[in-house]
């Protein structure tokens, strides 16, 4: 027998109905005593309730004055001993340094002591009660005091401490008997050739145990709304855009989207730069492999020349920003502030062989922002472009609604905004449920010629452009209040492990 208590609380219960665990085994901890009566119980031995109880017990300083005396007690004793009163001085060399440094304070608030015109302590009673010693006495005796304020004040003064105990009333159960008999967990060969197995005591199977834990990987909360996302598009005949490049030119980044090179969003304040190295080369095509088939030749010369045109003069009907625009701000390196930066690269590709498309990203961008709850330096972003001949602004419209529904987003608002590189551009909104107000939760427009002419798109052809973030559905959907509990080294790997799938579609 593993435990020897099982003997002994069957042994107790043969001479007495119940009894407590404190008062049969008090030195026993509990965890040992709930390990034997566990094992009774699953056999029907054995009944028992737990009781859980908070328990005052002296500290060492607890323990001394109780028999000794209080601090103050000491303080008075001296005092009044000294017939012509006690210089403050001489006090720790009769009481000791830490009964002369608490008890004199507390001497003198009780008004046992007070100080003369000379500075001497002198004692103001015959006599007094040690009511500290008194209370620690009666604690160590019953484990508790009933008046509630003095237990405070003493855990306050650090001479009691609260533990919790808990103890068992065990009672004889249906099947009680004065010996355990010893139960078999395995049926074997040998048991049934030779028929043993018929006096034998089997261990019943618990049904109700809970299976060890296997450990395993998980996903994190926001790959599984990405997942999401990525269904989502690839539902609607969208092409996933290659995002592995978080380095961008400026050009690609700002330029190449008519974004002005004094545009705010092109601060150090607003933008990572590189330092090393600082600078890139001018827009190239990418190596390809010789065994890859021949592609459409791209001018990236003349691209480079547009975009320079369109900044400083205007081109395609527009009459641009009329500003020196510089090379050296167009080659320096960024980490990318959006995946725009992916899509303008892709468009660009596409114009050589115009037809519809439809691509999209989703990955991470980087803004040199203020980190608080609900933004960080690094977030992903969500994007897609529809490029297609005669598209309109109700065409832009009637698809968001419709995508937005495949999230169980309805009844979107929108609002007019203002961005470089699309007009018109519109904010979308969406009424939210918990939070009982409209939110802002995605940015539209269609990209504006400055932009697709220089590429080499035809007049009549257009692009719608959206983006959301990716953490703000993953929050709502979770339930997370703080970003930084989401994304970054304060996320809980217990929340990554344990949070439950999602339906973008379902409340």
């Not at 500290?132 to 003064?157: F, M, S, V, W, Y």
């Not at 092409?239 to 545009?263: C, I, K, S």
């Amino acid at each position: 027998m593993d435990n020897p208590l099982t003997s002994q609380i069957l042994d107790l219960l043969s001479e007495q109905d119940h009894f407590l665990s404190t008062d049969a085994f008090p030195q026993t901890p509990s965890s040992i005593i709930k390990s034997a009566l566990d094992r009774l119980a699953s056999r029907g031995m054995v009944l028992y309730e737990t009781n859980d109880r908070e328990e005052a017990r002296l500290t060492g300083e607890g323990e001394e004055i109780a028999a000794h005396g209080s601090h103050e007690a000491k303080v008075f004793d001296a005092v009044r001993k000294a017939m012509e009163g006690l210089k403050i001085g001489d006090l720790p060399g009769i009481v000791g340094k830490e009964s002369a440094k608490v008890g004199q304070g507390k001497a003198f608030k009780e008004g046992w002591i007070k100080k003369n015109e000379k500075g001497l302590l002198l004692a103001r009673a015959d006599s007094i009660t040690d009511i500290t010693r008194q209370q620690l006495e009666l604690i160590r005796e019953t484990k508790t005091h009933p008046d509630t304020n003095a237990i405070l004040d003493l855990r306050k003064r650090k001479l009691v401490t609260m533990h919790k105990v808990t103890s068992f009333d065990i009672s004889k159960g249906p099947k009680y008997a004065k010996e355990l008999v010893k139960e078999e967990t395995d049926l074997t060969a040998e048991m049934l050739a030779n028929g043993s197995w018929k006096n034998l005591s089997f261990k019943p199977y618990n049904f109700h145990s809970l299976g060890a834990i296997t450990p395993s990987g998980a996903l994190h909360p926001l790959n599984k709304v990405r997942h999401e996302f990525r269904q989502i598009f690839f539902e609607t005949g969208f092409e996933e855009m290659p995002t592995n490049r978080y380095v961008e030119t400026g050009f690609w980044n700002f330029d190449a989207l008519f974004v002005p090179q004094q545009h705010p969003a092109r601060d150090l304040q607003d933008t990572f730069y590189i330092s090393d190295p600082s600078f890139a080369d001018k827009p190239r095509a990418d190596a390809t492999p010789k065994s890859s088939s021949k592609k459409l030749a791209v001018d990236y010369d003349q691209y480079w020349d547009c975009i320079k045109e369109v900044h400083e003069k205007g081109k395609y009907g527009s009459i641009g920003y009329r500003y020196p625009w510089k090379e050296e701000e167009s080659l320096r390196l960024v980490l990318r502030t959006h995946t725009t930066a992916v899509s303008t690269y892709m468009l660009h590709k596409l114009a050589a062989d115009p037809r519809p498309a439809r691509y999209f990203s989703i990955d991470r961008v980087f803004r040199n922002e203020s980190v608080d709850a609900t933004h960080l330096a690094e977030f992903h972003q969500v994007e897609g472009v529809i490029a297609d001949f005669d598209l309109t602004l109700g065409g832009l419209i009637g698809f968001m609604e419709t995508f937005f529904a495949k999230m169980g987003v309805h009844g979107l608002r929108f609002k007019p905004a203002y961005n470089p590189y699309t007009e018109p551009s519109m904010e979308i909104f969406g009424w939210h449920e918990g939070l009982g107000k409209w939110v802002e939760i995605g940015n539209s427009g269609m990209f504006r010629p400055e932009m697709l002419e220089p590429m080499g798109f035809p007049k009549d052809m257009r692009v719608y452009g959206w983006g959301l973030s990716l953490e703000r559905p993953t929050m709502i959907k979770y339930g997370v209040k703080n970003i930084r509990e989401l994304l970054g080294h304060k996320v809980d790997l217990n929340f990554v492990e344990n949070n439950p799938a999602v339906r973008l579609e379902k409340d």
